[in-house]
């Protein structure tokens, strides 16, 4: 494991924080958290029926007798929840709906890291990015001042650490979107120690073309500009002049970026789901994420394809950004 995730996980087990997974039987899920509790990490909660989850341990040759099993049929503080929610989602469900939508283990996860009995919440590899961040959109909410939130990875080789956003949740930004992806995505660098060099990307760099697509990147690039005006940013480049230093040469000479970019910002979420999957199938790179940024609570999503070394970095990712909170 990377001395960045080390060092992760040395400063999480200092706080020892308990993490809810909803997805108590997946083997991935299990293999992960067995693990965590082994280390002394942090304290796996995960969420399902206490003998599908042993059962399927079982299988797996995995012992789970002492970590936390939430049951939502047989949770004794369930009526606590149910009331919360109501309270939250103000008029938007009644007592019955609310008793209904909590079983669901997303929902009920949710609410566990929404009333502090959870730190932080990782799931999704079970269940698509949809299902899985609604309860944390509806329930914990973004953080004053942020208008949405997105979804990047950490993308590691060595030591080679960069962030890609939004891979994970605005189908289609706008440049207010763009702007504010960046500039969160910015402050998720500094996280991982990464001094960051923003680059807003599109298939043009410096106006080589102009189209309703690239405009939107060069006004998002404007208004990321006015809302941080100390960050090293610049748009609209292509990848290769973001990030390689011979080709900015040529391509954008006069940018503060150099070629040195190491958080990309992707023009849509088609680009920025296809590119990190790229970079992690074809190049090699770790993708651990999608992080949601800019929550009140920390809530993190899995892609389906992820394995238990994924699930085990984005629960030390989630129970640090429980900590710094
Ligand atoms: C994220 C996503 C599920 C939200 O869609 P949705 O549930 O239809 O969203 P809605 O517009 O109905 O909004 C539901 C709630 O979430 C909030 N919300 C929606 N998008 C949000 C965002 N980006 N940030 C913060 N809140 C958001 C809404 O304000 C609303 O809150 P409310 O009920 O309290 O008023 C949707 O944008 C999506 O499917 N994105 C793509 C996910 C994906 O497949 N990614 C690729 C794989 S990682
Ligand atoms: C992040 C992501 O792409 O998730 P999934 O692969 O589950 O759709």
Redesign the pocket.
């Known amino acids: 494991m990377s001395d960045m995730f080390v060092a992760i996980a040395e400063k999480v087990k200092s706080g020892y924080p308990s993490i809810v997974f909803p997805e108590g039987t997946d083997e991935r899920i299990l293999e992960a958290t067995v693990r965590l509790k082994k280390e002394g990490i942090l304290n796996p909660i995960l969420v399902g029926n206490l003998d599908e989850v042993n059962n399927k341990a079982k299988e797996l040759n995995l012992d789970t007798s002492d970590l936390d099993i939430y049951d939502p049929e047989t949770y004794e503080q369930f009526e606590e929840l149910v009331d919360a929610f109501v309270e939250r989602?103000k008029g938007?469900a009644s007592p019955e709906d609310a008793r209904k939508i909590l079983k669901t283990p997303n929902y009920f996860g949710t609410m566990l890291v929404y009333l502090n009995k959870a730190a932080g919440l990782v799931s999704?590899a079970a269940h698509?990015?949809?299902d899985t961040?609604?309860p944390a959109?509806?329930i914990i909410?973004?953080k004053e001042g942020v208008?949405?939130?997105?979804?990047v990875f950490v993308m590691v080789k060595g030591d080679e650490r960069y962030i890609f956003g939004d891979?994970?949740?605005?189908?289609a930004p706008d440049s207010n979107?763009l702007a504010e992806t960046a500039v969160e995505a910015a402050k998720t660098a500094r996280v991982f120690d990464i001094d960051p060099k923003v680059a807003m990307l599109s298939f043009s760099t410096k106006g080589s073309a102009v189209s309703p697509e690239t405009e939107k990147v060069v006004e998002a690039t404007r208004i990321a500009k006015e809302l941080a005006p100390e960050l090293v940013l610049d748009g609209e480049f292509q990848f290769d002049a973001a990030f390689v230093p011979a080709v900015a040469k040529k391509k954008a000479p006069d940018s503060p970026l150099n070629g040195e970019a190491n958080v990309f910002v992707f023009p849509s979420?088609e680009a920025g789901?296809i590119g990190y999957k790229i970079a992690q199938r074809l190049g090699n790179y770790e993708a651990i994420g999608?992080i949601l940024q800019?929550l009140n609570q920390p809530v993190n999503?899995l892609?389906r394809g992820c394995n238990a070394e994924d699930v085990y970095k984005l629960a030390l990712i989630t129970a640090m950004q429980g900590l710094a909170d």
Do not use: E, F
């Not at 208008?147 to 979804?151: E, V």
């Not at 891979?167 to 189908?171: L, T």
């Open positions: 989602r938007k999704g698509s990015t949809g961040v609604r959109l509806q909410k973004t208008r949405k939130t997105s979804g891979c994970a949740i605005n189908i979107d979420l789901n999608p800019g999503d892609s």
